[in-house]
């Protein structure tokens, strides 16, 4: 469903990536490892549409989109959460979650936000608790999953997430990872960057990116 070729990005002269090839296909989970500085985020951010200048083929369910805007990628099913995971700190969960479901017409074949909503829920039953409180008093590992709880109201159809469970207490890392696979298991497609192997243990493939470059065959 995303087929990358030849993907160059540049940070003024310094060039970031170089030819990066990779695919996904419907319901897998492909992990990018790499050492600090390697890429990642430079690549899940170009195939969002965030990073920097860059140039090659991404398509997106047979279409070219290289040249989309970030808004148009997520319309057309692309979840991006970042590492730093933007949320909106002064809003609370309840708030942030709604924020990211348009009330606008929503595709009949997609669950509505509301039941949207109570799936994330499900999903993560932390944040059921804590509802009316401000992200910014929220533990790192709450606010991750806050944020990928956000993205999921969007619906998308390809996760793309930059080490999600980095840096946050090991009780809440295993219910990331767990609820991660729960999402691989209802068919989510994920590229997932991580330095550790918490989901690397479980994908369908793991490419990694040194210097900017792919070693593995995608
Ligand atoms: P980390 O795990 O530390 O986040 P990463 O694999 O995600 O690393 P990137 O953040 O994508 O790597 O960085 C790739 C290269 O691009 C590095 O050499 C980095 O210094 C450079 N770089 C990243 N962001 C910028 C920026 N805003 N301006 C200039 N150079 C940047």
Redesign the pocket.
Known sequence: MLKVEGLNAW??Q?Q?LFEVSLSVGEGELVVIQ??????????LQSLIGIG?RAQGQISWRGAPIQDWPAHRRARAGLGFVA?DRRLFTGLSVKENLWIAAPPRAWPSDQATPALRFDRVMALFPQLQTMLHRPASQMSGGEQQMLALARTLMTAPRLLLLD?PCEGIAPVLVAAMRDALLQLAREGVAMLV?E?NNILALHAQRVLV?TS?RMDSAA
């Open positions: 940070y003024g310094a970031a790499g050492l600090n500085g390697a890429g990642k985020s430079t690549l920097p590492e080490e960057a330095q990116l900017g």
